[in-house]
């Protein structure tokens, strides 16, 4: 069985994560499974804007919901698929 390791909090060259770029398209379903695989909903990209402001300043609403309720629930992602 092969095995893959990726740092899903990484950031790439435009200073955002996987997830900031996730969110900034509008992908609820990528921005889940970010999240499941343990991305931090609280890193701010190298602007200094978190996933939550991103989504609410681009008026994703169903993301805004999202991401608030994974950020009382503990702040990052479960650490790994559950």
């Known amino acids: 069985m092969n095995s893959c390791e990726f740092n899903v909090n990484a950031f790439g060259p435009e200073g955002q994560t996987a997830l900031h770029q996730s969110v900034s398209d509008g992908n609820l379903e990528l921005v889940k499974l970010l999240v499941r695989f343990g991305a931090d909903v609280r890193l701010a990209n190298r602007d200094g804007w978190s996933a939550l402001h991103m989504a609410a300043f681009s008026?994703?609403?169903?993301?805004v919901l999202y991401l608030v309720a994974k950020a009382r629930g503990g702040g990052g992602g479960g650490g790994g698929p559950s």
């Open 59 to 63: 008026g994703h609403q169903d993301i």
